[in-house]
């Protein structure tokens, strides 16, 4: 088991056998795929209203950027953003009186959880990487 921790240690920090070849003067490093800058895509305002029994309890207004991976999901993403952006308010608005039923505070790591199922049923798994929540604003003042 040592010597099996000890491999995976120098593949993790590439060293030894498992370090990268040098690079050859004058030849620039091929930039590796990880480092390539990401892409963003700004999505519309997403407005939840909260309905408890007869009354609205809450509005939140929650704003997204979803981050792809290239210029091409970029512009597959664009193209299907009303959609994307109807399925999570119709999701959220299901789902949020729900979970304010249990709870009274809205964790913002759930609401990123459910905005990328929804993201991944709308563009296809993989498409969007991650669905980044930039603010989220409530107006009760509890969440």
Same mark, same amino acid.
């Given at each position: 088991?040592?010597?099996?921790?000890?491999?995976?240690?120098?593949?993790?920090l590439?060293?030894?056998p498992f370090?990268?070849?040098?690079?050859?003067?004058?030849?620039?490093?091929?930039?590796?795929?990880?480092?390539?800058?990401?892409?963003f895509?700004d999505? @519309?305002p $997403?407005? /939840?209203?909260?309905?408890?029994g007869?009354?609205?309890? &809450?509005?939140l207004? %929650?704003s997204? *950027?979803?981050?792809v991976?290239?210029?091409?999901?970029a512009?597959?993403?664009?193209?299907?953003?009303?959609?994307?952006?109807?399925?999570?308010?119709?999701?959220?608005h299901?789902?949020?009186?729900?979970?304010?039923?249990?709870? @009274?505070? $809205?964790e /913002?790591?759930?609401?990123?959880?459910?905005l990328?199922? &929804?993201?991944?049923? %709308?563009?296809? *798994?993989?498409?969007?990487?991650?669905?980044?929540?930039?603010?989220v604003?409530?107006?009760?003042?509890?969440?």
């Open positions: 088991m040592l010597s099996g921790g000890t491999i995976g240690v120098m593949k993790w590439e060293l030894g370090a990268p070849p040098p690079a050859v003067e004058g030849e620039p490093a091929p930039k590796p795929r990880s480092e390539q800058p990401p892409r895509v999505a @519309d $997403i407005n /939840v209203a909260v309905i408890e007869n009354r609205p309890r &809450t509005v207004q %929650i997204v *950027k979803l981050e991976a290239n210029e091409d999901d512009s597959f993403v664009q193209r299907r953003m009303v959609r994307f952006t109807d399925a999570a308010l119709r999701d959220l299901d789902f949020l009186p729900r979970l304010l039923r249990e709870v @009274d505070r $809205i /913002v790591s759930l609401l990123k959880d459910r990328q199922l &929804t993201a991944d049923k %709308i563009f296809g *798994k993989g498409k969007v990487k991650q669905v980044l929540i930039q603010s604003h409530d107006t009760s003042g509890k969440t």
